[in-house]
């Protein structure tokens, strides 16, 4: 039997007839823009990570962008990310108009702390951490650094729902919080979506103006804004997710104890570090070897899905060659291009399959 990467089936079989009885009320009710359902779980999703407020968005790009907006960055300013993410973490800070400033990460794939002072000008307005692959950065830390300099800090928890930090969710460590829904992850849709969460009554009240064309009161427009709202049918939907969403990152986190005991022996191999005051809910299982390629196709001649993320770094990007970065100015994740690899990991995957992908890694290297 083949091992999917991801099998998503496993997740919306068990719930399909409750989102399509859901589907049906809303098409007898028509309430399809900014209705009920999106404010009941903007409401859900908020409680849930202990925030204030939860401002539904069209996209985790989108979310991250009107944060930064709302916050007030734009044209001439900078804002300091890691080099190892997902292109939307420096593509929200490009639409603002303001300058990623990257730094490097640390063995954890988070950026590394270490380098953060001296990426400040007179020009940084923010730091945004990402909580990669599940596990959040160091956030007190980079909260420590942002004080000293009057900065705010954005999380892009978009790999992380219901990540702890210190016992504490992710979502309110800063200023704004950025999550995605696209379907592949935590907590997905079924299309795009995206919230933001922060405590501060005025920047929700920000976000809720800019993802809804500027609009303050019906057809009275304070300033320009956009048309980024979180699709009432999606919202719908992560209702419905949202009550399983603890469960399955504690099936996530099964299935990372037993790729950590199953692979444990073999020398060639970099397993996750974890750091115990945080809780990982493994958006991606990321193991390191030399021998990538080779590992990833052996897996694949074997009916083993696996993936990677990410083969290219921010700053070797063509869309970020304006910032006239070279090869070897970030070391760490330029290693872990050439060495990642993400394992199959999802909700229901069963301990055979983990035992099966294990078994084909060892064999590898045998
Ligand atoms: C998925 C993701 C995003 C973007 O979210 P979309 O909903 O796809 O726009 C941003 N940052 C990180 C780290 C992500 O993984």
């Given at each position: 039997?083949?091992?999917?990467?991801?099998?998503?089936n496993r997740i919306h079989q068990p719930i399909k007839n409750e989102i399509v009885e859901e589907l049906s009320n809303i098409i007898d009710t028509n309430g399809y823009i900014l209705s009920d359902?999106?404010?009941?779980?903007?409401?859900?999703?908020?409680?849930?990570?202990?925030?204030?407020?939860?401002?539904?968005?069209?996209s985790g790009t989108s979310a991250l962008e009107l944060s930064l907006r709302a916050l007030g960055i734009g044209q001439g300013d900078e804002v300091i990310l890691p080099a190892n993410t997902f292109i939307a973490t420096a593509s929200a800070v490009t639409f603002t108009g303001a300058k990623p400033v990257l730094a490097d990460c640390d063995d954890c794939y988070n950026i590394d702390v270490t380098q953060i002072r001296n990426r400040i000008t007179s020009r940084t307005k923010a730091i945004l951490p990402v909580h990669l692959y599940g596990q959040p950065a160091d956030t007190e830390e980079i909260i420590e650094i942002a004080k000293d300099y009057d900065l705010d800090v954005i999380e892009d928890s978009c790999q992380a729902h219901g990540a702890k930090y210190k016992e504490k969710p992710v979502g309110t460590l800063g200023k704004i919080s950025?999550?995605?829904?696209?379907?592949?992850?935590?907590?997905?849709?079924m299309g795009d979506g995206g919230i933001a969460l922060t405590n501060s009554q005025e920047l929700a009240d920000k976000l809720k103006f800019l993802r809804n064309y500027g609009?303050?009161?019906?057809?009275?427009?304070?300033?320009?804004?956009?048309?980024?709202?979180?699709?009432?049918?999606?919202?719908?939907?992560?209702?419905?997710?949202?009550?399983?969403?603890?469960q399955w990152n504690k099936e996530r986190q099964q299935a990372a104890k037993l790729y950590n005991e199953q692979l444990a022996n073999l020398p060639q191999l970099t397993l996750p570090k974890t750091k115990p005051?945080?809780?990982?809910?493994?958006?991606?299982?990321?193991?390191?070897?030399?021998?990538?390629?080779?590992?990833?196709?052996?897996?694949?001649?074997?009916g083993i899905d696996s993936g990677l993320h990410y083969p290219i770094p921010i700053?070797?990007?063509?869309?970020?060659?304006?910032?006239?970065?070279?090869?070897?100015?970030?070391?760490?994740?330029?290693?872990?291009?050439?060495?990642?690899?993400?394992?199959?990991?999802f909700p229901g995957i069963t301990t055979?399959?983990?035992?099966?992908?294990?078994?084909?890694?060892?064999?590898?290297?045998?």
């Amino acid at each position: 039997m083949p091992i999917k990467f991801l099998d998503l089936n496993r997740i919306h079989q068990p719930i399909k007839n409750e989102i399509v009885e859901e589907l049906s009320n809303i098409i007898d009710t028509n309430g399809y823009i900014l209705s009920d359902k999106v404010e009941e779980f903007e409401n859900n999703f908020s409680n849930h990570h202990q925030a204030k407020f939860g401002v539904g968005i069209s996209s985790g790009t989108s979310a991250l962008e009107l944060s930064l907006r709302a916050l007030g960055i734009g044209q001439g300013d900078e804002v300091i990310l890691p080099a190892n993410t997902f292109i939307a973490t420096a593509s929200a800070v490009t639409f603002t108009g303001a300058k990623p400033v990257l730094a490097d990460c640390d063995d954890c794939y988070n950026i590394d702390v270490t380098q953060i002072r001296n990426r400040i000008t007179s020009r940084t307005k923010a730091i945004l951490p990402v909580h990669l692959y599940g596990q959040p950065a160091d956030t007190e830390e980079i909260i420590e650094i942002a004080k000293d300099y009057d900065l705010d800090v954005i999380e892009d928890s978009c790999q992380a729902h219901g990540a702890k930090y210190k016992e504490k969710p992710v979502g309110t460590l800063g200023k704004i919080s950025a999550f995605s829904f696209y379907p592949g992850k935590n907590l997905g849709a079924m299309g795009d979506g995206g919230i933001a969460l922060t405590n501060s009554q005025e920047l929700a009240d920000k976000l809720k103006f800019l993802r809804n064309y500027g609009q303050t009161q019906k057809y009275h427009h304070e300033f320009p804004g956009y048309n980024k709202r979180l699709d009432a049918i999606q919202a719908a939907i992560l209702n419905i997710k949202l009550k399983h969403l603890d469960q399955w990152n504690k099936e996530r986190q099964q299935a990372a104890k037993l790729y950590n005991e199953q692979l444990a022996n073999l020398p060639q191999l970099t397993l996750p570090k974890t750091k115990p005051d945080r809780s990982h809910v493994y958006h991606l299982f990321v193991i390191q070897t030399q021998d990538r390629d080779k590992l990833a196709e052996f897996l694949n001649s074997k009916g083993i899905d696996s993936g990677l993320h990410y083969p290219i770094p921010i700053h070797l990007q063509k869309s970020y060659s304006y910032l006239n970065h070279k090869k070897g100015d970030f070391p760490n994740a330029e290693k872990f291009a050439n060495q990642i690899l993400s394992l199959p990991i999802f909700p229901g995957i069963t301990t055979e399959e983990v035992t099966t992908v294990c078994k084909a890694i060892k064999e590898f290297y045998s």
